[in-house]
């Protein structure tokens, strides 16, 4: 690219805020659901965690280029999974302060209001390797006291690993002695203030909170130019 | 209900017992031989490889009250709206490219259809232990879960080792049929796939008092990597060749998905109108008119 490298834009943040997540994971499944946590999960292979190993969302291992070194089907996965050499990121229609996380159905789970994904591989996932969230519009909706059915186990029920919560406004993780949400970092030009206010539970805030780290001229140009050249990022966001 | 017979024996089915093993069938002769109340296991994954020609020959059936268990994706989606699933077994209802299943989610919304609600771990294994007949097979997957809380039936063990773990034990999901949709098949009931997932075929085959077999084409002799001949005729109890049966779900290699139809399948799901509309010109037919229409 020629000319002065444009400011990185929120999504870019959150996209480096994911991959971040797969830092020192090694040679492990990287499991990611959307499309930014996709994008961050390629982005930690392309720079600093080359060992992950990504799928094509079919039953192929991929390489940073796409092509195939290796064979993973749905049975091979779930081994993978409960042999604890996977890290997920999966998405939240609700997360409550320990990390319990609903994706199934929202209401009475008996007659839903609304029916969603149903539990998937929640259950499995988080009391057998490591988990991250994605949620791209962080609001008291999603940020809930409780949750409607309990597909991803919380800390309070037995959780693996809940490694950090991502959204668009800020990093959370369980970093609290009673393993309850904590606010990490805010994304430049977030206030903390702005984050209690779309947070439905109270939130652990340290004296200090940093500021997400911003991609590094290299980072914004893969992203740019080689990971999602059509800027579909930002869409995640809206 | 049936009871379990090892091997091929069913009694008390017309053309069950009486009818010679490995014979080809049609669709419709193999849903003649399903009854009311049959705990059926639909193979494939979302909307990929399913057993979409034998779904359709169901919807054309009387067949009632039926429990589906399955990776669900349309096959689920046809028979809630068709009112013969009284109970769906899983742990989602996707279209893959669509993320919800809309006939499936309406029917929950309206709560005219049972939900075991199962972690995509425990459905597999719950197959597994029926597959090699044990009452259950351990696992981590549920604990803690809402998945425990909502099917209470549901019980945990205890390792008898020293690590004295707490596990799940998830009870065999035995099958009364199992259908399945193969690229390749011969006559004898030996099935192939050429994609790239067999996904949980073989097991539901194995889970399954019978199960039934519908393939792309059928073969004198199949051929290819030997790794892709997944079905033994052991395992299956009747074939029959349906020419594009997984439509609209994908059938890699011989076809994808088809993404247009699909839309146009959510679409009229989603308002009662539309689909009696969509009913008409697409399942008020045979196998036939069906593959016609969607040409």
Redesign the interface.
Known sequence: MSGPVSEPTRAEVCVVACAEAWRGDGAILASPMGLIPALGARLARLTFAPDLLLTDG???LVDEDGRVEG?L???KV?TM??AGRRHVMMGAAQIDRSGNQNI??IGD????????????????N???HPVSYWVPRHSPRVFTPGVD?????GYD???YELRVVVTNLAVLDFGTPERVMRLRSVHPGVEVADVLAATGFPLAVPDQVPVTRAPTAAELDLIRTRLDPEGARDRELT | MTRRVPGHGVRGVPGGAERPPGLALTPDEIVAELRDGMTIGIGG?GSRRKPMALVRAILRAPLKDLTIVSYAGPDVGLLVASGQARRVV?????LDSI??EPN??RA????TIELT??????L?WGLLAAAHRLPFLP?????????L??NPELRTVRSPYRDAEELVAMPALRLDAALVHMNRADAGGNGQYLG?????DDLFCLAAERAYVSCERLVPRLEGPPQTLLLNRAMVRGVTQTPNGAHFTSCVPDYGRDEAFQRRYAQAAADPAEWKKFHAEFLDTDEAGYQRAVQ
């Open positions: 079919e039953a192929y064979w089907p749905y049975a779930f999974l409960a199934s159905a789970w008996r007659r839903p209001k609304a029916q969603l994904l149903g539990v998937r591989g929640a259950p499995g988080t009391v057998n059915m309990v597909c991803g186990v029920r037995g959780a | 994954w899983t742990g989602f209802a996707s993320p919800l499936f989610r929950r919304q309206a709560g609600e199962l972690d995509e771990g425990m597999h696992i981590r997957a549920g604990l803690g879960s809402g998945v809380e909502v790239p997932d067999p996904y949980f």
